[in-house]
């Protein structure tokens, strides 16, 4: 079975989990929480729970023997009040470097590609917007990943 993960969402205060398909899963789900405390979309295919039924979903998990990276609301707590002193009060110019920085190449590969194709100038895009798109692509190439060509 593949990995199932629950993590706290911040934005809504509430549990999501995704898992790959298991009928068992869905039945236990349906079967413990009450409509008012669960709900699930179908286009990510990810559940919500509220915060009471955490420990009750995961006993039920190891009891269908899949075991959950979890992250509880203490953690992602934790995690979002250590960090952002760190990147608080810095311009969005060296925050943006920053995350470049911190992106593996092909990632920032991808999204150039993706970019580029949708701005080229034989698909509607400005020539002069494309031109300056790729020099700065080869900018950051060599000096956020030391590509050299």
Same mark, same amino acid.
Request: glycine fraction near 4%; charge should be positive.
């Given at each position: 079975?593949?990995?199932?993960?629950?993590?706290?969402?911040?934005?809504?205060?509430?549990?999501?989990?995704?898992?790959?398909?298991?009928?068992?899963?869905?039945?236990?789900?349906?079967?413990?929480?009450?409509?008012?405390?669960?709900?699930?979309?179908?286009?990510?295919?990810?559940?919500?729970?509220?915060?009471?039924?955490?420990?009750?979903?995961? $006993?039920?998990?190891?009891?269908?023997?899949?075991? #959950?990276?979890?992250?509880? @609301?203490?953690?992602?707590?934790? /995690? +979002?009040? %250590?960090?952002?002193?760190?990147?608080?009060?810095?311009?969005?110019?060296? $925050?943006?470097?920053?995350?470049?920085?911190?992106? #593996?190449?092909?990632?920032? @590969?991808?999204?150039?590609?993706? /970019? +580029?194709? %949708?701005?080229?100038?034989?698909?509607?895009?400005?020539?002069?917007?494309?031109?300056?798109?790729?020099?700065?692509?080869?900018?950051?190439?060599?000096?956020?990943?030391?590509?050299?060509?």
């Amino acid at each position: 079975m593949g990995q199932v993960r629950i993590w706290w969402d911040t934005s809504i205060g509430a549990y999501r989990l995704s898992s790959p398909y298991s009928k068992e899963l869905v039945e236990g789900l349906k079967g413990f929480i009450p409509v008012s405390d669960r709900s699930f979309d179908p286009s990510t295919k990810i559940w919500t729970i509220t915060e009471r039924y955490l420990t009750p979903v995961q $006993a039920m998990l190891l009891r269908l023997r899949m075991q #959950p990276t979890v992250i509880t @609301r203490q953690q992602a707590e934790q /995690a +979002s009040q %250590s960090s952002p002193q760190q990147t608080r009060g810095i311009p969005v110019t060296d $925050a943006l470097t920053r995350f470049c920085k911190l992106l #593996p190449y092909e990632a920032m @590969r991808k999204a150039y590609l993706i /970019a +580029s194709m %949708s701005m080229h100038p034989d698909k509607g895009g400005n020539m002069d917007i494309y031109t300056e798109f790729n020099s700065l692509w080869q900018r950051l190439e060599k000096e956020f990943w030391m590509v050299t060509k």
